[in-house]
């Protein structure tokens, strides 16, 4: 049955579509009518030389490809569900190096290994300077008079340097980190006027300049995390180009993303004045998990079928794409009472803003819950009055919902 509410040629992962929104009306009506749907495109559009990808919408459905990595595949296409069209097969191949797009069992090696970084040890040894930090940066914002933009005088911050404290970065090469990881990720967006080719050149900063940590680390062994990554004996390691590609993926998961969280909830607690006033009257550890359901930074993420199989009624052939709509899921009304509402109390919250379980289920995410629970402390205390100076400009990307800008005033 054709979808009524889904206009011919109406593409998810159309940059133009996220640039000025999230289509959950759409997603709503794909849920109700044909959760997984077959959307064409142009072949090699998104950088694969086929017809199109299925888009599932439901969360149970969501979590099954998410669960099986045996018949959904990350490793074949990557996760990326859609880079340009002049993208050349061996850069796509060349991303089968990110944790992000391996498969088991070479993502069972990697990742048993970097979960080291992320014990409930390490993470509290890094949440002492993280508040100092949020706070300063309230602070500082604080003493700006007039109209500031909050992703780059506030969200932006954290995220960054709890990445560069967790692997070591010295101070003076963290905005360098920050600007290529901007640049990985802009190129959708013509207001930057950056090429794809610029973006994956800022790729290979990046991982240069982390293979460049690891060697030194290897002839040159401390007492910090990346020598526990790379030269630890007797429990594995990782080779200098896994923990340069480690890097680059946090680059992007541990910081674009949870800056865009921490921006998007600092915009619904200003659009819902109401929770913004129950969160500076409570504080409830339940917060952090809406905010993140509620703004779901990766709209989407992509598998492709390794064999035939069937999913929500519908025949998927082996080689096909999928794409996991996490923002879809994380409104699917099956699972959420009043999903489209903001509910900062929300408990249980299953949502799969840090991905659908599984093997790639989020290595950070206590991390960037810390994170979020910090900044959004801070900014109650330090800025309780702070409202909307404007409307948020959203980033054009094919799968992050992003904001480049949210004016606001701090009262």
């Excluded at 133009?16 to 495109?41: K, T």
């Excluded at 929500?312 to 096909?320: E, F, H, L, Q």
């Amino acid at each position: 049955m054709p979808c009524p509410a889904l206009p011919d040629g109406f593409d998810f992962t159309d940059p133009d579509v996220l640039q000025h929104r999230v289509p959950l009306p759409e997603f709503a009506e794909l849920r109700r009518v044909e959760p997984v749907r077959w959307i064409p495109q142009t072949s090699n559009l998104a950088g694969f030389q086929d017809e199109g990808y299925w888009a599932v919408t439901r969360h149970a459905d969501v979590k099954y490809v998410s669960t099986h990595p045996e018949i959904f595949s990350s490793y074949l296409n990557t996760a990326i569900i859609r880079f340009n069209d002049h993208i050349e097969r061996d850069a796509i191949d060349a991303q089968r190096l990110i944790l992000l797009n391996m498969d088991p069992p070479e993502h069972t090696r990697v990742r048993q290994i970097l979960q080291r970084v992320f014990t409930p040890r390490a993470i509290r040894a890094l949440e002492a300077n993280l508040r100092a930090r949020a706070q300063a940066i309230a602070a500082n914002a604080r003493a700006r008079s007039g109209t500031f933009d909050f992703v780059t005088e506030v969200a932006c911050e954290l995220p960054l340097q709890a990445i560069a404290e967790l692997i070591g970065v010295p101070q003076e090469d963290r905005a360098k980190i920050f600007d290529w990881s901007n640049r990985m990720i802009a190129y959708d967006d013509p207001e930057y006027a950056i090429t794809e080719e610029v973006g994956q050149e800022s790729a290979t900063e990046i991982i240069a300049y982390a293979m460049n940590m690891a060697a030194a680390r290897k002839q040159c062994p401390a007492k910090d995390i990346v020598t526990t990554l790379v030269a630890a004996e007797d429990e594995g390691n990782l080779g200098s180009d896994e923990f340069g590609f480690f890097v680059l993926m946090l680059a992007v998961a541990g910081n674009e993303t949870t800056r865009n969280a921490i921006t998007h909830g600092m915009h619904a607690f200003l659009t819902h004045p109401e929770q913004w006033e129950l969160f500076k009257a409570e504080r409830p550890a339940t917060a952090a998990e809406e905010i993140v359901r509620w703004a779901t930074p990766v709209n989407s993420f992509q598998r492709t079928a390794t064999q035939d199989t069937e999913l929500g009624g519908r025949t998927i052939r082996k080689g096909d794409r999928v794409g996991l709509f996490y923002a879809s899921a994380n409104h699917d009304p099956e699972v959420f009472d009043h999903p489209d509402v903001f509910d900062i109390t929300r408990d249980p919250n299953p949502h799969l803003g840090f991905g659908g379980g599984g093997p790639h289920f989020c290595l950070g995410k206590s991390l960037a819950v810390l994170e979020i629970d910090l900044i959004f402390n801070a900014v109650a205390d330090a800025l309780p009055g702070l409202r909307l100076a404007g409307d948020p400009r959203r980033l054009r990307s094919a799968w992050i919902n992003g904001v480049k800008e949210l004016p606001v005033s701090a009262g």
